[in-house]
């Protein structure tokens, strides 16, 4: 007898459907068969997935758009005049009441792990303090990985220099910079090796905010890539956004594709937000805003797709959806066929859990955590035009949330052929 059963069952590439029996807070068969459990659940044909991985998103800033003002410009740096002025009114509680809705909003949609950057641009590092109490309260039901994010600068800022090695110390898991944000390129490069060198002494891994403008002279990800090779950090270190790339010319690109698989770099682009912040300076044709996500992957580059700010001066929508950001991926990377919507599912999963560190336990395979989601669809093109909630959302054998699909109710008949 299996703790919990979950029937009807299919896989991405798989017509048949399966069950999973789950023992221990573990998968322990997936098979054709009838089983039975304490628990029984009917997933109805729903598609079966590993928890999606949000790479990159902000609880500090989510829902405060509009607070005290709604960005007029869309611009990164009216977004960030705006959070300027809302970051003085920041409490731990403030952040600890928004961050609690906006991971719920996330799980509810099927995300169990979230990289969430937190600005440690202020004396109390009251936001940082108040993840850190988030981490530990939902540490049963999401892996929370928190980055120490810089925003106004480390040489611009050079309290942020200290800060950044506090919020290390206090149990941020990644350090972070923003190159393209400080006064020169040396500054930038300075930025970057400051970070890296505190990453390395203290065994964390960086994540850099890099290139998040619509200028090919903004070059910081070969520094990024040059400085993880630097320091023997393959494998440990992000770049988010590199909405740059897209500029760059396509020789320069080869180079550029080349040098990041050396160093392993994951890069995680963000469409929502960068559709609506980057072309902003264009008059026409504008810039559709992300970096080179096809090409990167096709060179081998472990792209990422993440939903980031949910609701803030950055952007105003967002419901922690991040099948919809998926969904903007395919639109703006031109990446709309069949397998190439198969390879944006892997960009919000798999690829996900390496940069994690999750990689080993992370599939729905017998013996791993059963930790996984369900979602309504027909097929992988009905998956991404619906975008749906999670019918079931399991955390170690532990259904946490459930959302039936909705279903519309029609009270007029339609003729079969119009006209009649
Ligand atoms: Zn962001």
Redesign the pocket.
């Known amino acids: 007898m299996y703790d919990s059963v979950l029937t009807n069952v299919r896989f991405l590439e798989d017509k048949n459907r399966y069950s999973i029996g789950m023992i221990d807070g573990k998968i322990s068969v997936i098979t054709k068969e009838n089983i039975n459990g304490i628990q029984n659940y009917d997933a109805e044909g729903d598609f079966i997935l590993p928890a999606f991985v949000e790479m ?3 609880l500090d800033t989510a829902l405060t758009a509009g607070d005290p003002a709604f960005s007029q410009s869309g611009t990164l740096f009216e977004g960030i005049q705006i959070w300027q002025e809302r970051k003085k009114l920041v409490t731990e509680e403030d952040v600890i009441s928004r961050a609690t809705i906006a991971l719920r909003m996330l799980i509810e949609h099927g995300v169990l792990h979230v990289r969430a ?1 937190v600005d440690i641009s202020q004396p109390t590092l009251d936001s940082l303090k108040a993840l850190l109490k988030v981490r530990e309260s939902f540490k049963d039901l999401i892996d929370l990985q928190i980055i120490a994010f810089p925003q106004d600068g480390l040489i611009s800022c050079p309290e942020n220099r200290e800060r950044l090695e506090k919020a290390l110390l206090m149990g941020a898991d990644a350090a972070s910079a923003v190159p393209h944000l400080e006064t020169t390129r040396e500054n930038g490069i300075a930025s970057l090796d400051y970070c890296f060198s505190l990453a390395k002494v203290h065994q964390k891994f960086v994540h850099v ?1 890099c290139d998040e403008v619509d200028d090919g002279h903004s070059r910081f990800i070969e520094a990024v890539a040059d400085l993880t090779i630097k320091y023997s950090m393959e494998g440990l270190v992000t770049a ?2 590199a909405n740059a790339m897209a500029y760059y010319s396509d020789a320069y690109s080869q180079k550029i594709f080349s040098l990041i698989n050396k160093a392993k770099l994951t890069i995680v682009s ?1 469409p929502l ?1 960068s559709s609506v912040t980057q072309g902003r300076f264009d008059s026409s044709p504008k810039g559709r805003g992300i970096t080179r996500v096809k090409e990167l992957h096709e060179s081998g580059v472990s792209v990422c797709i ?1 939903h ?2 949910i609701r803030s001066p ?1 952007y105003p929508f967002g419901n922690g959806n991040i099948l919809q950001a998926a969904h903007m991926a395919s639109h703006l990377a031109h990446m709309t066929g069949e397998k190439e919507v198969l390879d944006i599912i892997q960009m919000i999963t798999e690829n996900g859990a390496k940069a994690f560190g999750i990689a080993s336990d992370y599939g729905i395979e017998e013996g791993n955590s059963a930790s996984f989601i369900t979602v309504p669809a027909d097929d992988i093109m009905d998956l991404f035009s619906r975008q749906l909630k999670s019918r079931y959302v399991f955390k170690n054998g532990r259904l946490i949330v459930s959302t039936p699909p909705s279903k519309s109710v029609w009270y007029v008949e339609q003729k079969r052929n119009v006209g009649d």
């Open positions: 990159h998103t902000h950057a905010f988010s956004h963000c937000i993440a980031d700010d950055f």
